[in-house]
């Protein structure tokens, strides 16, 4: 995993000032990307503002978006030169229960065959992110901590500065 890509949900992870625990969700093939093909979904990326894309040197695209619902979404889309192409993977960052959850979800547009590839290395690759967020959020989980304290110390000042500056609370 890149490093831009551990510091995105590293700083996600903050953001939401999440605990230790992980989870995740197994794939799900089907529509359930949001789109009705996965031409669609990239074409909306493409055009989306907030989207962030990343080029891997095998041919492989990711976009990193924001998700309104929930918290981060990672779409990754396989390479015109890949059996499964076309075929898409929707990686949802979120917290829920305390957790921080990943949910993914698939659509592949190619034989059945190389779907089926698609989908068990998909599985495979998302136990694998799983582990790494797991271990790299138990393991900054106090540098985290001491982040959140020291931004509440921070706007703990400013409020104070602001009510012995204006007399007010």
Same mark, same amino acid.
């Given at each position: 995993m ?7 949900s590293?700083?996600f992870?903050c953001?939401?000032?999440v605990g ?8 799900v093939p089907g529509?359930?990307i949001?789109y009705p093909?996965?031409g ?7 055009a989306?503002?907030?989207a962030?894309e990343?080029?891997?040197g095998?041919g492989?695209t ?5 998700d ?8 990754t889309? =396989?390479p015109f030169?890949d059996p499964?192409?076309p075929?898409a993977i ?5 917290m829920r ?7 993914t979800?698939?659509m592949?547009?190619?034989?059945l =065959?190389?779907?089926?590839a698609?989908? =068990? ?5 998302g136990?694998r992110?799983?582990e ?6 138990i393991?900054?989980?106090?540098e985290?901590e001491r982040e959140?304290?020291k931004r ?9 500065a602001?009510?012995?500056t204006y007399g007010?609370?």
């Amino acid at each position: 995993m890149s490093g831009k890509l551990m510091r995105r949900s590293m700083l996600f992870c903050c953001l939401l000032g999440v605990g230790v625990a992980f989870a995740q969700k197994s794939a799900v093939p089907g529509p359930a990307i949001g789109y009705p093909d996965v031409g669609a979904a990239l074409r909306d990326l493409r055009a989306n503002p907030q989207a962030e894309e990343l080029q891997h040197g095998s041919g492989w695209t990711w976009y990193f978006v924001p998700d309104a619902d929930a918290g981060m979404a990672i779409w990754t889309f =396989a390479p015109f030169s890949d059996p499964a192409y076309p075929a898409a993977i929707k990686r949802v960052l979120m917290m829920r229960d305390g957790a921080l959850v990943m949910e993914t979800r698939t659509m592949c547009q190619a034989s059945l =065959a190389a779907c089926d590839a698609f989908f =068990a290395a998909t599985e495979a690759d998302g136990k694998r992110l799983g582990e790494f967020l797991a271990t790299n959020v138990i393991a900054n989980a106090g540098e985290l901590e001491r982040e959140r304290a020291k931004r509440r110390r921070f706007q703990e000042q400013v409020k104070e500065a602001a009510r012995t500056t204006y007399g007010r609370p």
